[in-house]
């Protein structure tokens, strides 16, 4: 199996690019944002409870992160491997994510970075919540997310270059520049 981050701020084309990594590879992209986006509009009791925490900027707490990301990964029986989009963003969901890939006999091949300056990130952010009506992208919003990105998710860095595991990309360019970036770096790996 062939397991991939797709790690950056809020915003760094994170979501653009796992899903093109995903059915480059023939891997299952696994995305918290998307999940919770989805619960969120369905109005299930996990949308309820994350509601107010992704408005708020806020991450979501991390035994709950686990679970979903479980339960996430067991609908796919028998895949090549996962991308995982928005997650870890902790040192201790990186350790309880190694956790879970031993459970399932696995573990995680490859981090990729998107490298973005903060002014980028948050007029993208802006446009997006323009354009799609994204409650969760106000300016004060992005600012606390990209401070929790700052203070809690960068660490993450050191944590993969430990492991040998960690690349960087500069994620500022157009879509398919950056993905032939990321292809470069994936195809060396596998």
């Not at 969760?136 to 040998?164: A, C, M, S």
Request: contains cysteine; charged residues 30%; hydrophobic residues 40%.
């Amino acid at each position: 199996m062939f397991n991939f981050i797709m790690f950056g701020p809020p915003g760094s084309g994170k979501g653009t690019q796992s899903i093109k990594i995903a059915e480059k590879y023939g891997l299952v992209h696994i995305s918290t944002g998307d999940i919770f986006r989805s619960e969120i509009r369905n109005k299930t009791v996990l949308g309820l409870k994350v509601q107010s925490i992704i408005e708020k900027g806020e991450l979501v707490p991390d035994e709950l992160l686990v679970d979903i990301l479980r339960s996430a990964m067991h609908r796919y029986p028998n895949p090549d491997g996962f991308v995982f989009d928005g997650f870890p963003r902790t040192l201790r969901q990186a350790n309880d994510l190694d956790q879970l890939m031993q459970e399932e006999g696995s573990a995680m091949s490859l981090v990729v970075a998107l490298e973005v300056h903060d002014q980028e990130i948050i007029g993208r952010l802006l446009k997006r919540a323009e354009l799609e009506g994204r409650k969760d992208d106000t300016e004060d919003v992005i600012r606390n997310r990209l401070d929790i990105y700052l203070g809690q998710t960068k660490p993450l860095i050191e944590f993969y270059i430990e492991q040998d595991k960690f690349a960087a990309v500069d994620g500022v360019g157009s879509v398919d520049e950056i993905f032939n970036s990321i292809c470069e770096i994936i195809d060396q790996k596998k």
